[in-house]
């Protein structure tokens, strides 16, 4: 059995994104890992930061982003797509740079790798998530947010990266376009099997300068170099009150332990008191979502009621 790990980036280094530490996270149970290398800025040191892991596995794909072509941010689907073109392994797994695994849970999935290898019946694994917000002791447990998504897949060419690369699909027709990465016709869900293991998502944890450059990008990425909205969005991010969220009391994966350790804009927090009524409402605040996630978490255990769940879950 051969795991083949992969991802894409760009100015990964510019936007405070842990590039390094997620590749590191999975490296030990992958053969390979192949990362699909977007065109970063002169004063990025993405590749560099990179090329300092210094394992023969890695693969680094260079590619070039046109976000007027893939906008709405199908381009990072486009690139998780050119990634996984370049896989040889039975299972891929995929790890977008802003989120980390356990090492205590590699055995798990290595095992479940293992067992489902031949049973073609079983297209990936869904893993369950901690999305942290601001620091690094908060995290939503929130309606708001996705709390699984499919990160292993099979080899298989029909599957795709989906919409902006949150997850996959497999399709009968495919001519890699903008309406390919959005589209539901001539394709269907994958088959998956549950894992007892969590995806730590650092993507919403940045000193709030960055924050804000990094939804600046968000929103060239999604709306294409034109975009009216970058221009709007404050200097400074406002994460809100942070003691509104649940309080993570576990340890993180290993490799994060020194950059966690640079973590130096907690007097820039809120973590009492009331929202900036100033400031637009965040999608986790508005009452809708506050009721449901309140009777999701205290009635049932988290789960969410209804939605759109983008896979099909085969009992374990």
């Not at 381009?75 to 797509?81: G, I, V």
């Not at 406002?238 to 993570?248: M, V």
């Not at 340890?251 to 020194?258: F, K, L």
């Amino acid at each position: 059995m051969k795991i083949s790990g992969f991802t894409f980036i760009k100015n990964g280094d510019k936007l405070y994104i842990p590039t390094k530490e997620s590749i590191l996270s999975i490296l030990p149970i992958c053969d390979e890992f192949i990362i699909a290398l977007g065109d970063c800025d002169t004063d990025d040191n993405t590749e560099e930061i990179i090329h300092s892991i210094n394992s023969p596995k890695i693969k680094i794909i260079r590619t070039v982003w046109d976000t007027n072509k893939f906008p709405k941010n199908t381009e990072f689907a486009h690139q998780t797509d050119i990634a996984k073109s370049h896989c040889t392994g039975d299972w891929l797994f995929y790890l977008q740079c802003d989120e980390a695994i356990h090492e205590k849970d590699l055995p798990t999935i290595k095992q479940a790798c293992e067992k489902e290898l031949n049973n073609k019946e079983v297209d990936g694994f869904l893993f369950n998530y901690l999305h942290f917000w601001g620091d690094y002791k908060h995290y939503h447990r929130s309606h708001a947010w996705y709390n699984k998504e499919i990160r292993i897949i099979r080899n298989d060419t029909s599957i795709h990266s989906w919409k902006d690369a949150q997850s996959f699909r497999k399709f009968s027709k495919w001519n890699d376009t903008f309406e390919d990465y959005q589209k539901k016709e001539d394709s269907q869900k994958l088959k998956v099997k549950q894992l007892d293991v969590f995806v730590y998502h650092y993507g919403y944890v940045r000193p709030p300068k960055l924050m804000t450059k990094k939804r600046k990008v968000s929103s060239t990425t999604y709306h294409g170099k034109e975009a009216k909205e970058a221009n709007t969005i404050p200097d400074y991010y406002d994460y809100g009150p942070l003691n509104k969220l649940t309080e993570f009391k576990g340890s993180h994966p290993a490799v994060m332990n020194e950059w966690i350790k640079k973590f130096d804009w907690k007097d820039q927090l809120q973590y009492e008191g009331k929202r900036n009524k100033n400031r637009p409402i965040l999608k986790h605040e508005k009452l809708k979502y506050r009721t449901l996630s309140w009777i999701e978490n205290t009635f049932l255990n988290g789960n969410p009621i209804g939605g759109f769940k983008n896979y099909i879950l085969l009992k374990n």
